[in-house]
């Protein structure tokens, strides 16, 4: 059974700091591409971060220099350190894991951030 399981969200201060996990099971997990993405109510989801099977990472321009997203083979797990967080950061945070051969996209179940101002 597939599962991805996010961790880590919650109410933080502007400026402070969280970090997200995801722990992952029955996939191989470094076969894998991880990503991060985030979505608010009314709007799409978008993306945050992804990693490649090799480590290649990209973020989204909003988070450059602040969000750092990292993966440990070993434990089957996806980072996403969030630093200097702001209120426009508020959403619901979800790590998907995707492998192109053979195709497949798996998403976890979502957590939730909240920025205060």
């Known amino acids: 059974q597939v599962q991805l399981v996010e961790s880590g969200g919650g109410l933080v201060q502007a400026g402070g700091s969280l970090r997200l996990s995801c722990a992952t099971s029955?996939?191989?997990?470094?076969?894998?591409?991880m990503g991060w993405y985030r979505q608010v109510p009314g709007k799409q989801r978008e993306l945050v971060a992804r990693i490649s099977s090799g480590g290649a990472t990209n973020y989204a321009d909003s988070v450059k220099g602040r969000f750092t997203i990292s993966r440990d083979n070993a434990k089957s797990t996806v980072y996403l350190q969030m630093n200097s967080l702001k209120p426009e950061d508020t959403a619901v945070y979800y790590c998907n894991a995707e492998r192109t051969v053979p195709r497949s996209l798996r998403w976890g179940q979502g957590t939730q951030v909240t920025v205060s101002s």
């Open positions: 029955g996939i191989t997990f470094s076969m894998n591409a």
